[in-house]
């Protein structure tokens, strides 16, 4: 700080002519006076101006000896030189001071933030009949870290969720509600982890403030566990329509499920007909009438199982409009990015899943909303819908460039003109967004991919948005042509000038059981299904670096 004031007192003894004592005093910022002092007599300071003067008089007028002056000169550099030298150090105190002050409010500041929070979030981990406000939510959002657990030492210690706390959320946000059903479900846990490793006890949930370091947030995607609680009781099939080979595991795999698991069947409507024309004795299957009852059946069933192509996997997800039983889905289709169980070993393999526990990718979806311009009044809006993949808006049938105005969280993000853009998610971000020039990303990474479809530009690169935002996407009142959106590639609905696409993050992810783990079995299906980075390894027969 420069205003600390700093005053010289010289005391002269006219007779002998020389110096005889000095004091210097200064002021630091916060007002104090005579905070360090020099000097054998305190008495009598004047100021620095006043002793200056008096220097300059004793100099000029007095004619003093030739010595005198000379030391006089020599005392008067070296005041200055340690006047210099503590203001130096009044400007530091004050500075170091200042700071420490400001740290220590940011630190009270975010400590009383992270204690509000702590109030207000429930704790993950406890059984719903312990806390019943609970959802999907935290399992994404807001993982905590439990001191103890099952008497093992913290450091071993993994994070969890029931199943009942996906349930609650789901009836208090399903249209439906069907509470009365609820104790019919196998419960579950969801434990995530980081194979025990000893430092993980240290990582914060939230982004934290600590003598001078930031600390970063717990991850989020990590490897994630079912375990059940207790044993699953109802399955429902989803199979890939005019598949001969897929119509002939369904019957053998109904069949052993019923005989050698005892377990309830849930089939669709053709499938229930094309097993009652193998054998009456698969009137114990049961169906649904119409595509409205499977969004009641959700409370009930404990495990969808999937038998096709990626195709199958999102056709399963895309019946039910809240949360989702766990999938396990077996490849039965050319790709397989989302089904990595073979089909003939179909026995172990639900041998193992219905024993637990079992590795799952987390599989985050995104709600999609179309606000119409004429219904912008209206109090009834159009049905949300959940897709896997992306969300497309492009120009349908038009021949003219599509003209879409993007903005995120009511930012302007840019204005697309060219044949559409793809709203994906990380799952499908092995899809059409990846056909389009968007980045393959790991599906438990969250984050909203923004790609492009053939922009007419030569700057338009994809992007990664975070998972928190939402996107909007409006057709602007004077563009030459309307849109079309598709969900999962299906469901196509026009876009008119003024209507918008508003979409987030859905509340309810999908899992999907892992033959190994979400890391090991992502990477396999890019290497087995994409033949990523496949070339002839180069020989090491020839040149080389001396
Ligand atoms: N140009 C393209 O690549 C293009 C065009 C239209 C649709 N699609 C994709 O097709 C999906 C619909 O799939 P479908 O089976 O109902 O239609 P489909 O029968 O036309 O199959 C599309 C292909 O995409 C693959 N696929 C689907 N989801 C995938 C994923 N997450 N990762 C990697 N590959 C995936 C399928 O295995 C299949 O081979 C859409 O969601 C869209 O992503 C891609
Ligand atoms: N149960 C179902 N009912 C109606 N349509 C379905 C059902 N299951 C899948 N489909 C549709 O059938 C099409 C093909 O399915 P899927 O992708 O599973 O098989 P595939 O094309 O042989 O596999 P892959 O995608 O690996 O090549 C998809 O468009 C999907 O939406």
Redesign the pocket.
């Known amino acids: 700080r420069l205003d600390n004031e700093i005053s010289i007192s010289f005391f002269l003894d006219h007779r002998k002519n020389s110096m005889s004592s000095y004091k210097l005093n200064y002021t630091d910022s916060f007002g104090n006076g005579d905070v360090n002092s020099l000097g054998s007599n305190p008495e009598n300071g004047s100021s620095l101006a006043q002793s200056e003067k008096a220097v300059e008089e004793l100099l000029i007028q007095q004619t003093p000896m030739l010595a005198t002056d000379d030391h006089l000169i020599e005392f008067s550099e070296a005041l200055r030189t340690v006047a210099k030298a503590l203001r130096g150090s009044a400007e530091g105190k004050a500075l170091a001071q200042a700071e420490a002050a400001e740290w220590k409010r940011r630190y009270e500041l975010e400590r009383s933030k992270n204690q509000e929070l702590l109030h207000k979030a429930p704790l993950n981990g406890v059984c719903a009949d312990e806390s019943s406000n609970k959802g999907m939510d935290h399992l994404a959002k807001s993982p905590r870290r439990h001191g103890q657990e099952n008497g093992k030492p913290e450091r071993y210690s993994l994070e969890r969720i029931c199943s009942h706390d996906v349930l609650q959320d789901g009836e208090s946000n399903s249209p439906n509600g069907c509470n009365n059903k609820l104790k019919r479900k196998a419960s579950f846990k969801l434990s995530w982890g980081c194979k025990g490793q000893a430092n993980d006890q240290h990582k914060k949930e939230i982004v934290s403030f600590e003598s001078g370091n930031i600390t970063t947030a717990d991850r989020s995607s990590k490897q994630i566990s079912l375990t059940w609680e207790t044993n699953p009781q109802t399955v429902i099939i989803f199979t890939k329509p005019n598949s001969t080979s897929v119509r002939v595991l369904s019957v053998e795999m109904v069949r052993w499920l019923r005989e050698h698991k005892g377990l309830n069947v849930y089939v669709e409507p053709r499938v229930k007909a094309e097993l009652l024309s193998e054998s009456c004795s698969f009137d114990f299957v049961q169906t649904w009438e119409d595509d409205k009852e499977i969004s009641l059946l959700h409370p009930k069933v404990d495990l969808v199982i999937t038998l096709g192509?990626?195709?199958t996997v999102?056709?399963a997800a895309s019946m039910f409009k809240g949360p989702v039983p766990p999938i396990v889905p077996f490849s039965m289709?050319?790709?397989?990015?989302?089904t990595p169980f073979h089909s003939e070993q179909y026995r172990d393999c639900l041998e193992a899943v219905l024993k637990g526990p079992i590795s799952i990718t987390l599989r985050h979806r995104l709600q999609c909303h179309i606000i119409r311009d004429k219904a912008r009044h209206d109090y009834e809006t159009e049905e949300n819908t959940l897709?896997?993949?992306?969300v497309?808006i492009d120009r349908g049938i038009s021949s003219y460039l599509t003209n879409l105005e993007c903005y995120c969280d009511n930012s302007f993000v840019t204005c697309v003109q060219g044949d559409g853009l793809i709203l994906?998610t990380t799952?499908?971000?092995?899809?059409?967004?990846?056909?389009?020039g968007g980045s393959m990303v790991h599906p438990q990474v969250p984050g909203i991919l923004f790609t492009p479809i053939c922009p007419h530009s030569l700057s338009f690169r994809p992007l990664i948005l975070p998972d928190h935002v939402t996107v909007r996407v409006q057709v602007p009142f004077n563009s030459r042509s309307s849109a079309w959106v598709s969900f999962?590639?299906?469901g196509r609905k026009q876009l008119e000038a003024g209507d918008a696409l508003v979409c987030s993050i859905a509340p309810w992810p999908v899992s999907t059981a892992c033959q190994v783990e979400s890391t090991h079995d992502f990477l396999r299906?890019i290497h087995d299904?994409l033949h990523w980075n496949l070339r002839k390894t180069q020989s090491s027969d020839g040149p080389r670096d001396t």
């Open positions: 192509g990626d195709g999102l056709w289709g050319s790709l397989g990015f989302m897709v896997l993949n992306e497309t994906s799952s499908g971000s092995t899809a059409y967004s990846l056909a389009a999962d590639g299906k299906s299904g």
